[in-house]
Each structure stands twice: as C-alpha cells, then as structure tokens.
C-alpha cells in the first residue's frame, strides 16, 4: 500500500532517512524560490525547514507568479501546464505577449522548482506558458507513450490546446505568441511553427531536429528512432512516417522569423538539423539567425554563453512581439 505522507503544491527531492527510520530529509522546491532542504517524522508530521541558504536571495529578489493549469486536448485528454504570469501582471495593463516553452525529452516533464530563464522573461513582460503534452513522465504509461510513430502530432495538439486555454482566461495578446524550447522542445518549436504557422509571431529553437532521415545517422542515439517511428529509414513505412513528422517537410509554410541555436559539436541534435531549416527559411523569405557555439555539445553551458544565449533570445522577442528596434 503506498501512502502519501508530505503534501502541498512543490515538489520533493533527494528523499533519504535516519539510522532509526523515525525522520526523513528531504529538499522542498516551487516556483517562487530556489530549492531549500526540510525535515520531518517518518509519517511526514512536525515538518520545518532546516536550511535557509537563499533567504538572502529571495528577501532581496521579486519573483513572478506561476499558476497551475488543467486542460482538455484536442481529442479530451487531460493535460497538464503552468503558466508564469509577467511580473505585478494585471488585467488592465494587457494583453501581455506570451512565450510557449516546450521542455526536451520528449520523456521529462516541467515540475515545481524555480525557473530563472522563465522568471526573466516575466520580469521584462513577457507571460510564458509549459505543458506537459503527451510523451511527458509522471502521467501514466498511456500518457508516456501517447506519441508513439507520430512525434509531434498529438503532443502538438496538447500544446496548443494549453495555448488557447490561457489565452481565454489571461490577459494575453493571441497576435504576439512565440515558441521556445531545446533539444525536443527544439523539435517541438520547429515543429509548431510548420503545423500553426498563423498563430506564431515569433520562435527560438535550440538543437531542434528538422529532418528524421538526416538526424538518423548522423545523431548518437539512431535507436531511438528506430523506436519511435517503427524502423529505419531504409525501411518503407518507417520512412514514409519520419518524412511526415519532418518539420522541414513544411518549410515552405513557416511565417514566423526564427532564431536558431545551436553547439558546434553536438552529437544528439547535430548542427546540420537547425541549419537545414535557416537556409529553408531564409530560401522562403522569412527572416531566421542562427547562433551556433563553438566547442558546445548538445547542452549549452558556460556562464557567459548561458546569458548570451538568453540576452539573445529576449533581444528576438523583444524585436518580433514588442517591436522594439534591435541594433
């Protein structure tokens, strides 16, 4: 029988017990404030903090709001979102631009914890919105697996189903929604802007695969494909179905001016894939830039080309959904 002992809207990590099995520790995350470590008796009573390492930090930092969202699909799957609201959001001073964040995987999930890209995009305006579409862990095995041969389409439903949910209930201006994500979320990004072309103004797509036949060889995990999409490319239906779930199978639909990123070495989503898809646009006369980094493979890390990155990409949407002149 399991039974759940701590409660609340956060997520609990790192889980370990005493010697005696009488206490447990364990670290308490959400989306207002960096994660902090907690205590309590075995069946999760007479709980308290323990540490209090960024009380410094959040006294002197404002954090946006982040609400909770439950939605139907397309199809009535139940989905589940958050949405991080722009910072001191109201109603009257609306509609707010709204950025879609599309997490990687596609098998991770969004959970409690703070998000600093996230709570900087607030801070400068911007609402941004994570689902949890199918393919997403923690959901069941039905959930999990909800995307099986066709990656992008039903998970895409997902999305723009949480989409037009906050537009409906928030302030949010539906001419100024953009797309963002990386790795899968990069796919994603690709993805949506082929599928809904008229409903994004705007995208960012980091290490997003665009051709299934090209990433197929060229990437380190070819396996994968081969279960996703029911085989390899040599073989007929498996290869009528990674050209179908290819976004640049629908380049020439894109409207939305994208901006690509990328590391120079990266293995799992090779450089070519995001390139394919800048030269398809620009061929298309939509405006595209890609940053690539030298010496990156598929995670982007380093202090100065983590804020690089973002200075970037906040300097797109500044330009594309607030229209603010860039240099």
Do not use: C
């Amino acid at each position: 029988v399991v039974e759940q002992v701590t409660k609340g809207e956060r997520r609990i990590g790192d889980l370990t017990f005493d010697d005696a099995m009488t206490r447990i520790a364990y670290t308490v995350a959400t989306f207002e404030a960096p994660a902090e470590i907690w205590t309590a008796s075995i069946d999760g009573s007479n709980e308290r903090q323990v540490t209090h390492v960024n009380d410094a930090f959040t006294a002197e930092v404002a954090f946006a709001r982040t609400d909770r969202l439950q939605f139907k699909s397309a199809d009535g799957t139940p989905i589940e979102g958050w949405i991080t609201l722009p910072f001191d959001y109201s109603p009257a001073k609306g509609p707010y631009p709204l950025i879609v964040s599309n997490h990687g995987g596609p098998h991770s999930a969004i959970q409690y914890g703070l998000n600093f890209k996230n709570q900087y995009f607030a801070a400068n305006g911007f609402a941004v919105l994570e689902v949890n579409f199918r393919s997403s862990t923690g959901y069941g095995e039905k959930h999990l697996w909800g995307t099986w041969g066709a990656w992008g389409t039903k998970d895409g439903q997902d999305v723009m189903a949480g989409v037009d949910y906050a537009l409906a209930r928030y302030a949010l201006d539906q001419k100024k929604v953009a797309s963002i994500g990386h790795s899968y979320g990069g796919f994603m990004t690709n993805w949506l802007i082929t599928q809904y072309p008229d409903r994004f103004a705007a995208a960012a797509s980091g290490a997003g695969i665009v051709n299934w036949l090209s990433d197929y060889a060229n990437s380190d995990i070819p396996r994968t494909k081969e279960t996703e999409f029911l085989g390899a490319p040599w073989d007929p239906k498996a290869r009528e179905v990674m050209i179908k779930q290819s976004p640049l199978t629908y380049a020439d639909r894109v409207k939305a001016p994208t901006l690509f990123i990328n590391g120079a070495i990266d293995e799992r989503v090779p450089y070519s894939e995001n390139q394919q898809f800048y030269v398809a646009l620009h061929k298309n006369g939509v405006p595209a830039k890609m940053i690539r980094y030298d010496g990156m493979p598929h995670s982007i890390s380093g202090n100065w080309n983590i804020v690089h990155r973002m200075l970037n990409e906040r300097k797109w949407f500044d330009q594309w959904l607030k229209g603010a002149v860039v240099p």
